[in-house]
């Protein structure tokens, strides 16, 4: 009996996926109870056409939608105490998360402070700290994403950045999973090449760590496979033609699948990108897209002989030599940066950076063990670019 795996699995939500599905918000809200929603979003989105039609939307299905959206690219404390007043003074009933990772991670966590009285640091991701919430005060949520990458709309978590000590937390609740995604492609189309680029990388991240995860989870592990093949086959072709919706869709599935994928566990490359994306405000997808080769050679002694499974999936020569020579490839056509350099990060916090990788709470998903001197190693390679 002790070579029987255990563990505890969960999967996800109701989705509604499609090109026009962002037509049905309004029903979405109200079969939720929503009668006065806060559509919370980030500032840029929140001046686009498609935010404004989203809650006429809302208006139309009889609703009376409120908007939040002072939320930073990498969302702080102070948005979210900004968010959970803006929720409380407006006596709203709901969330709907609308953005990137950033708003759909502080509109989640917005929905679930809004009836703590505890400080929201007390339920990071730690042990069973989620069960110090009162689950009754969690307002209900839905979910839109209109970027490809984090995957959050799927996920039970936010990443909020503490101002303070300058490292990002993972804020978690079993209740914080969206009720109703809405995932249509469509929302996608005018993405910037850069946070198409990035938010499609992030979503290979998910993956990619996910597969090499050591944790025992069959299911997670054929999603991210699926989710890998998607990327590798439509990432190029939505940088290139940014109109091209079913490519667009495809991205959109790898980006849930990765987010569903990662409960298995993610790794250094998160766990690096994490305090970088802290201390140096970078895109959290570019900086992972930047971090991953060098993270691939640390882990190679322990996930070798399973990216031999990995390279037949997705029909590529030479097992892990070959993965690693896609992924440079990948980047490469899509103008990631190679090295730190690149993102305007430098060495003159290495021994911070690896400090603080080393406690992320994606580390212990790491295949091999992230000490301080392996951080740094991983870190330094970065910045010269040797593999």
């Not at 609308?98 to 339920?123: C, E, H, N, Y």
């Not at 996920?155 to 995604?181: D, Q, S, Y």
């Not at 490469?332 to 003159?348: F, I, N, Q, R, S």
């Amino acid at each position: 009996m002790s070579d029987t795996p255990s563990a505890n699995w969960s999967y996800p939500t109701s989705v509604r996926f499609g090109a026009g599905r962002i037509s049905e918000l309004g029903k979405c809200a109200a079969s939720c109870g929503m009668k006065r929603p806060l559509l919370v979003t980030d500032p840029g989105l929140a001046k686009l056409p498609m935010t404004g039609a989203a809650l006429e939307i809302l208006r139309d299905a009889g609703l009376a939608p409120g908007i939040f959206s002072d939320v930073k690219p990498n969302p702080t404390g102070a948005n979210i105490a900004a968010g959970v007043e803006a929720f409380r003074t407006g006596d709203h009933d709901g969330v709907i998360a609308f953005g990137g990772g950033s708003g759909l991670d502080a509109g989640k966590v917005i929905a679930f402070m809004a009836g703590q009285t505890r400080p929201m640091w007390d339920f990071e991701d730690i042990g069973d700290w989620w069960t110090r919430a009162d689950p009754d005060g969690i307002a209900p949520i839905v979910a839109v994403p209109t970027t490809a990458g984090t995957g959050s709309e799927v996920g039970r978590a936010g990443v909020i950045t503490n101002e303070e000590t300058h490292t990002k937390k993972v804020i978690f609740h079993p209740k914080m999973l969206p009720a109703i995604v809405i995932c249509d492609p469509e929302l996608t189309v005018g993405m910037p090449r850069y946070f198409t680029v990035g938010t499609g990388m992030d979503a290979l991240a998910h993956c990619l760590e996910a597969y090499s995860s050591l944790m025992y989870h069959p299911m997670s592990d054929g999603i991210a496979l699926e989710g890998m093949r998607l990327v590798f086959e439509n990432l190029r072709r939505v940088a290139q033609e940014p109109g091209d919706v079913v490519a667009r869709g495809h991205m959109m599935s790898a980006a849930a699948m990765g987010a569903v994928a990662f409960q298995k566990g993610l790794g250094a490359i998160h766990a690096l990108s994490h305090p970088v994306g802290a201390l140096y405000d970078t895109h959290h997808g570019m900086t992972n897209a930047v971090f991953m080769p060098y993270v691939l050679a640390f882990n190679r002694p322990l996930i070798e002989k399973k990216f031999e499974r990995l390279a037949g999936f997705l029909g590529i020569d030479g097992g892990f030599d070959g993965v690693m020579k896609a992924v440079l490839d990948l980047r490469a056509d899509l103008e990631v940066p190679h090295t730190l350099d690149g993102l305007k990060v430098d060495g003159t916090q290495t021994a911070r950076i690896a400090k603080m990788a080393v406690v992320d709470p994606t580390a212990g998903g790491n295949p091999r063990e992230l000490t301080v001197d392996g951080a740094t190693e991983i870190f330094e390679a970065a910045l010269t670019g040797k593999l």
